[in-house]
């Protein structure tokens, strides 16, 4: 009965942590996502500006809103798809125009008017295949149209304003900094280094047998698929900064090298979180596990810790790449580790058995970080000793 009420009283204790971390992170997450995304942000306030001073001053538009508007849309926070993004919102403007114009001066004002412009409008956006930015634009358009009645020279000016706009952003998206470039390998430097934590407090968890920090253990493992997209997002940004920006088309085999190690990150990522289970589960029920699995991942997490500080080394665009690193100093290291693998005593528990099997996977998936693939990091690791031998 004491047992059951001290493993409530943990889940209970285990739930308030939960939320309340859950709720720190997102916060902090949100103050990190301001942070990385201020060039952005100054960005689409310059080129607003610009745009409307060009639309002003330049052409003698008396209020180009939408040259600004243009400008921020085209822009926006990401690097993806800015090119589409200029040509879907010039074009979508062009068709809401067009029919707007045409169907207002002949169907008037009204709700039911704006319902049958706004359908036409979106119909013919989609039969152009455009995008949903392009849709949304060209409907948006009709609406103002149908609103204000404009004038053909009314729409012409708002369309212009919308080429000005693009205009001031296809050049504004070609200055972009370096940050970009290196956010995909700060990040994942970050979770390695979340990998090589696990990995060491796996080891604890081994050595003490302890339910309650095995339990918190596996918490903070499930806590790391976010780490992942983030990866994901900062490599969609690079490549996308490599193909706009004229500035920056050296950097490309570089970042396309960074991409390149978000898929094996991720397997090593989701295999770190099986073994964390295992481990928990089996400190939970009690189950012995010998002690030379916990030397094991001690020595896997600081050869991972080796790993997280050699990418986050190569910071600096242009030296030599991420992988040809990794091959030279961490590689050797995990080699001597699969070996060692083989050597280790087998448990004669399934449970525990199975976390000196997961410990391999985790080292398979380390191998292919360095540039091995998935077959040669396998056959690296030679076949584990009989039960009982």
Known sequence: MDSMRNMAALAEDMTWERAYGAGRRRVGARLRRISDK?????????????AWFVAHELFGHQAPVFASVAAVLSLGTSYVQRTRRVVEVAFGVAIGVFLGDLLANWLGQGAAQISL?????????????????????????????????????????????????GGVALVAASVVPGAPLRQPQRQAAVVVRKIATLLRATAEVIRE???????????????????????????????????????RVRHRPHVRRMNDLIEPLDRAMRSTRVLVRQVAVAAYRGVPVPESYADLALALAEATEDLAERVAAHE????????????????????????????????DVLNADAILLQLRSVLVDLLQLTGMGQFEATDALPPVRRIGE
């Not at 201020?38 to 610009?50: N, T, Y």
């Not at 309650?212 to 996308?240: F, N």
């Not at 242009?318 to 990794?326: F, N, T, W």
């Open 38 to 50: 201020r060039w952005q942000i100054g960005q689409c306030a310059v080129a607003a500006g610009v």
């Open 117 to 165: 412009i706004v359908a036409l409008s979106m119909v013919a956006a989609m039969l152009a295949g455009g995008g949903t930015l392009f849709i949304n634009q060209a409907a948006v358009q009709s609406i103002f149209v149908v609103g204000s009645l404009a004038t053909v020279d009314a729409g012409f000016v708002r369309w212009s304003d919308a080429l000005i706009g």
């Open 209 to 247: 047998a302890d339910a309650v920090y095995g339990m918190k253990v596996l918490a903070d493992a499930r806590s790391t698929t976010p780490l992942i997209r983030e990866l994901q997002a900062a490599a969609a940004e690079g490549i996308a900064v490599v193909a706009i920006s004229p500035f």
């Open 316 to 347: 600096s665009l242009g030296e030599e790449s991420v992988e040809d690193g990794l091959v030279q100093s961490v590689r050797p290291r995990l080699l001597e580790l699969a070996e060692s693998s083989g050597r280790v005593e087998r448990s």
